[in-house]
Each structure stands twice: as structure tokens, then as C-alpha cells.
């Protein structure tokens, strides 16, 4: 509470007010409605300010409906601080204020300040209405205040207003905010028939609180037993399946919509996202473009997302010159994803560009551009991006870190990684988390400084979980130093039972240390408890479209000619001094394991198509969804240097750019 009102202290700027006596024009509008109609037309909050003087010269201050719309064109033009400050200074504070003030405290995302300011109304003995509770509700949803909601509940009761609709949906939504899916359903039932049968409102809400908690199968229920459906109850089920990751009902139920909107596409396609169906994502995009559909924000982003996470970079060039055409404002969520999309499909500098035209750049903005410069190993322009973020007055978040850590780690400066890290907390105030320490790990463990690696683990301040353990235990394998990894595997075997899902790593540590009958233990320990890896997976597009491709894959329309080029590519890595690193076919963590598998790893499946498929000279652009391992990168530098091609493979970790038979990571990754 004490913070709540050294908030409202901090909101009310005397300044505003004073400084009001401008330059007025010399306006003659005198009557009240004249003047209501004026603040509501203002589109600018120096129009509002203009207005202000009107208003004093001409004392219509007293008015509650000049000041409750002078309250409501402030929040509105998201000058909340001005609203706040004509609402303290105005005298009497009834209900139409108040319920303007909250209104616009709840709609410019000032939940506290608008609960606060309903406790404010309570203690001044002004009667809240069915105006004021839908936002207070809100409110209280927003910052997960289950409690207060149940108060609020409360309240309503004593005031009356449980059965004025708009109340009770925003109640019932309430509840579904705070997962409270027994009360969704308790009110949903106890609401009387004349609201149910008018308000699908409330079903679409109730149906969404099934859909949120998982109970599909009640959603269904509420789903065909509504009256009247409109196309938010079909949207509302869509999503439900889309978000418990069941794409297949979802598309039978769009299929059998009437009518579908916007919002009904854009389900589909973030829902497609979402699961790891990205090509399908792409597929309804142009669908929905192809059936003049016009995409929303949400949608490009979807749309966006699904061609960064498989480097579909000719599709995310298609839909930036949609945008482009078709006047589509870049906002700072599209403006985002744009830069994601191209800093992950290889196109760095084209990630840059759109960055710079950006007029709005937040902490998001600057962490995305970063860590896609990080992960392009362009160590200078990430710390000169850095200092450039903090010129603009933005301060460094715990996400900015990942990137300058990922940055000096791939590029081996130790130095500059452990005086960022420093930094984080001595000068910013940043408690690092797992994540950061596992980056410190990684960048002493590569440059071979393990004693140091070890030390920095034993004195970290809170216990090392199997992450950091795991990061330990890559770099002794990498320098050999099986004493220290033995050493390192014993702990990594206590933690073993807490983490079923690393089960693939636990079976390299054994098998380093040379314990093959503990090897076959987990291997059987594995298929018990059913655990599935992620199987390994590359993406190449050619032509606009995405071909992808598993380890062994026979599928391809095309196979028969891929394995004969993926030959011609082996054999005359041989000729090059290769030898297949079976080292990996064990030691790699997140592969595929199978011996067999190793000279048919998705990414030389990609590769080889990649070649048979595009013009000479073409780059070939593949995305791996796990770590390359190092039998591939062997071929991969070959294949560049017998092709003469550029070769660029994005995997879990970086970018790889192959020329002329090297690497851009310089074999550290
Ligand atoms: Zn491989
Ligand atoms: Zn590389």
C-alpha cells in the first residue's frame, strides 16, 4: 500500500496544471456541451491542453461531465497522468469520475492504481455501479489476484449487481484469469436462463476457462449445448485445441465454420506455430491470403515466427514485401519479428536494416538483434550495439546478457565475458540465473581454463543444477581431461533422477568413462519410461517451398538421387582425409545415436538436395533443430569447398557459414 501511494504521489505533477495557461486561441465556446464535444473530438493531448484553458477561463471545471470526459480523453490518448491530476483536483469525486479514472487506469495498464483507486471510492462513500466492477476485475486478473477476485465476488453480491450480464462475464472471465475453473463453472451454472439464453458472452468465456485449464471435453459439452453461437464461440474452441496441441480437431472444427474471420486464421496459424508445424503455418497463410482474408498484427507475427524457426527465408521475404505493398504499418511487435526472422534465416544484415528503420525500439527490439548478431558470431558489433542500447537510456535486462555472454563465449573472449558478467550484478543489479552461469561455463570451458571452470562452479552462490554440471562436462570432454570429467559425471549422476529427460546425456557420461553395462542400464531405463528424444531435423527451402528432412530419410519424392549425390559428397571427403567420427555417434548429446545413422544425419540429407536442387553457385541454407555434430561439419566444410558454394546451417546453438572449406565458428561450438 505504501508503494501504491507513493505511486499516486509520483502521479500527481502539479506542473501539469500550472504550466496549462499557453497560448490559448482565443476560443468562444461557452456552453458545456460545446466544450464535451470539443475534448471529445481532441486527438492530440496538446488539443487537450488547449481545451484545459477554455475550460478554466470559462469555470466549467464544476461540471462533472466536462471533467468525466476530460478524465476518459486523457486515458484515452494515454496521458494518464494528466487524468489523474484533473481528478485530484477536481472536488467532488462521484461516480462518474471515479469510474472514468479507473476506466482509464485499467485500459493504459495501471492495475494497481485502479484497484487503489476503488478502495479510494469505497472509503468516500461512492456506491460502485456495474460500470465500475468489469474493470476492477479486470484488474485483479491481471495481476493474479485470486483473492481479491473472490472480495470482489464478494462485493458484487452485497451491491446487488450479480445479475447484470456484463458484471457476471466479467467475473466468470475473472476466474478463468486465475484458473479458478470450479467457480467458472459453479457461476456458469447458477446463472439464470434469461442471461444465458442473451449473453454468448458468457459461454464463449466459459468455454475458454475449460480450454485454459485442459478439460476439452466440458468445453465440447458447453460447446453444443449453446443456444446461439457466433463466430468468437467457434474461434474461442479453435484455440482451445490449438493450445492443448490437438491440430487435428482444431482443423476439422475450422473446416466446418460457416463463416471465418480474421481471427479464426489467425488461430490456425499461431496454433500451427506453436506445435512445430511451421510449413503447415505458412500453407494456411497463403490460403488465407489467397481467399482475400486481410492478416492482423498476430498474423504476420505467427506467419513470421513459422519462418524463423525452420529459415524459410524466401516465404518471410514474400510476406515483408506484403507488407510493404499492401501500407501495412510496421509496428514495434512486426517490426520485431521481422529482425528475428532474418537474423535466424542468415540475413543478418537485412536484420540490421529493418532495425535501423525501426522508429520504436525496446528492450525486446535491442535482445533480438543482439542475440542474432551473438549467434553470427559477430562478437564487435554486439558490445558496439550494447553501447548504443544504453545511449538511448535503456538499461540492460537479464535476456541482453544471454546475447554479450553468447557473443564472447563463441568468440573465445574470456576476458571481456567475466567483466560483463561482473558487471550484471555489481553494476546493474541483475541476479544471474542458471543460464548465465552455464555461458560463463562454456566460455572458460572452451578456452580450456576447466580448473577455473571447476572453481567458478564450486563458489557459485546458489546449488549447480544438471545444466551447469552438463556445460562443466562438455568442455572436459572436448580438452580430454577424463579425470575431472569422471569427477564431474558423479554429480551429474546424483542428479540424475530429477532430470528423466536427459537420459540421452547420462548414457554419454557412462560411456566416456568407459561404464558400458551403465550405458545399457539407461538405454533400458529410456525405452521404460518411454521417453522420446526430439528427433533430429533439417530445413532447406528451394523455390518458396520447405522440404524437411529426418535422419535416414527415405520419404523424400527425390530420395533415390539425394542418396547418390550424399555418396558423391562422402567420397570425395575421403579424398579430403575424412574419416567418419563414430566419437559422435555416442558422445553427441542431443543426436541421433544409431551408429548407422551417422553418414545420413538429417543435415547431410539437406545438404545433398540442397545441391542437386539449386543453381551452381547458389547459397544453400539449412536449419538443424539440434546441435550439429562435428561428423557433419566435417562434410559440410568439404562440401563447400568441392561445390564452391556458401553453405549456411543455423543449428540449436549458431549460425555456421561455410566457405571455400571452413567455418565461421572456426570448429568452436
Ligand atoms: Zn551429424
Ligand atoms: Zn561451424
Redesign the pocket.
Known amino acids: 500500500m505504501k508503494a501504491l501511494l507513493a505511486l499516486s504521489k509520483s502521479w500527481f505533477r502539479p506542473k501539469t496544471i500550472t504550466s496549462i495557461f499557453f497560448h490559448s486561441k482565443s476560443f468562444s465556446y461557452r456552453s458545456e456541451t460545446c466544450i464535451i464535444s470539443l475534448i471529445h473530438a481532441s486527438r492530440t493531448s496538446r488539443q487537450l491542453r488547449e481545451i484545459h484553458a477554455q475550460i478554466l477561463i470559462s469555470n466549467l471545471f464544476s461540471s462533472s461531465r466536462v471533467t468525466t470526459q476530460f478524465i476518459s480523453s486523457c486515458s484515452l490518448l494515454k496521458s494518464i497522468n494528466y487524468a489523474f491530476a484533473i481528478f485530484e483536483q477536481y472536488q467532488d469525486k462521484n461516480l462518474f469520475v471515479c469510474n472514468a479514472l479507473i476506466r482509464g487506469l485499467c485500459e493504459n495498464d495501471e492495475f494497481e492504481g485502479a484497484i487503489y483507486f476503488f478502495g479510494l471510492m469505497l472509503r468516500l462513500n461512492v456506491r460502485p455501479d456495474q460500470l465500475t466492477f468489469p474493470f476492477i476485475l479486470k484488474s485483479a486478473a491481471a495481476l493474479l489476484l485470486a483473492k481479491l477476485g473472490d472480495c470482489l465476488h464478494g462485493a458484487i453480491l452485497k451491491f446487488g449487481l450479480e445479475f447484470d450480464s456484463f458484471v457476471r462475464v466479467s467475473l466468470v472471465d475473472m476466474y478463468v484469469k486465475v484458473e479458478k475453473l470450479g467457480s467458472v463453472l459453479k457461476l456458469f451454472d447458477e446463472t439464470p436462463q434469461t442471461i444465458k439464453r442473451r449473453s454468448i458472452l458468457l459461454w464463449n468465456v466459459s468455454i475458454n476457462g475449460c480450454c485454459k485449464m485442459g478439460d476439452l471435453d466440458k468445453a465440447g459439452e458447453l460447446f453444443e449445448g449453446m443456444p446461439e453461437k457466433n463466430v468468437g464461440s467457434w474461434n474461442t474452441l479453435i484455440n482451445g485445441f490449438a493450445r492443448n496441441g490437438d491440430m487435428n480437431a482444431a482443423r476439422e472444427l475450422f473446416n466446418q465454420m460457416k463463416e471465418k474471420n480474421v481471427v479464426s486464421w489467425t488461430t490456425m496459424i499461431k496454433g500451427f506455430s506453436q506445435n512445430g508445424e511451421h510449413r503447415e503455418a505458412l500453407s494456411f497463410f497463403s490460403r488465407m491470403l489467397e481467399e482475400g482474408v486481410s492478416p492482423n498484427d498476430l498474423t504476420i507475427v505467427s506467419a513470421l515466427s513459422a519462418c524463423a524457426k525452420i529459415g524459410a527465408l524466401e516465404a518471410g521475404i514474400q510476406i515483408h514485401n506484403y507488407i510493404s505493398n499492401s501500407g501495412f504499418f510496421i509496428t514495434k511487435s512486426i517490426g520485431n519479428a521481422l529482425v528475428d526472422m532474418y537474423a535466424k534465416c542468415g540475413k543478418i544484415e537485412a536484420a540490421s536494416e529493418v532495425f535501423s528503420n525501426m522508429k520504436q525500439k525496446d528492450l525486446l527490439t535491442w535482445s533480438i538483434m543482439l542475440w542474432g548478431r551473438a549467434i553470427h558470431g559477430h562478437h564487435g558489433q554486439v558490445l558496439r550495439g550494447f553501447e548504443q542500447m544504453k545511449s538511448t537510456g535503456l538499461r540492460p535486462d537479464s535476456v541482453v546478457f544471454l546475447a554479450i555472454l553468447t557473443a564472447c563465449s563463441h568468440t573465445g573472449q574470456v576476458h571481456a565475458g567475466l567483466r560483463f558478467f561482473n558487471s550484471m550484478r555489481y553494476e546493474y543489479a541483475i541476479e544471474p540465473t542458471m543460464k548465465h552461469y552455464a555461458l560463463v561455463i562454456d566460455l572458460l570451458g572452451r578456452a580450456g581454463r576447466l580448473d577455473e571452470a571447476m572453481e567458478f562452479v564450486q563458489s557459485m552462490p546458489v546449488a549447480p543444477d544438471f545444466v551447469i554440471w552438463g556445460a562443466l562436462f562438455c568442455a572436459c570432454r572436448a580438452h580430454k581431461n577424463i579425470k575431472m570429467a569422471e569427477l564431474v559425471s558423479d554429480k551429474l549422476l546424483q542428479l540424475e533422477s530429477k532430470h528423466p529427460g536427459s537420459y540421452v546425456f547420462l548414457s554419454n557420461v557412462y560411456a566416456t568413462v568407459g561404464r558400458w553395462d551403465d550405458v545399457e542400464r539407461v538405454r533400458i531405463l529410456m525405452q521404460r519410461s518411454g521417453v522420446e528424444k526430439d528427433p533430429g531435423c533439417s530445413y532447406i527451402e528451394v523455390d518458396g517451398q520447405v522440404h524437411s528432412f529426418v535422419a535416414g530419410d527415405q520419404d523424400h519424392k527425390q530420395a533415390k538421387d539425394i542418396y547418390v549425390k550424399l555418396e558423391e559428397i562422402m567420397s570425395g571427403a575421403r579424398k579430403e582425409g575424412y574419416v567418419p567420427e563414430t566419437d559422435w555417434v555416442l558422445h553427441n548429446i542431443e543426436e541421433e545415436e544409431k551408429e548407422e545413422s551417422l553418414g545420413r544425419h538429417s543435415e547431410k540429407l539437406a545438404l545433398a538436395f540442397g545441391l542437386i536442387s539449386t543453381a551452381p553457385g547458389a547459397t544453400i541454407r539449412i536449419v538443424k533443430n539440434l546441435r550439429i555434430c562435428g561428423d557433419c ?1 566435417f562434410i559440410m566444410k568439404c562440401a563447400s569447398k568441392m561445390s564452391q558454394r556458401e553453405i549456411v546451417l543455423r543449428d540449436l546453438k549458431r549460425f ?1 557459414h ?1 566457405r571455400n572449406g571452413t ?3 572456426g ?1 568452436f ?1
Open positions: 561439419h555456421h561455410f567455418c565461421s565458428c570448429d561450438w
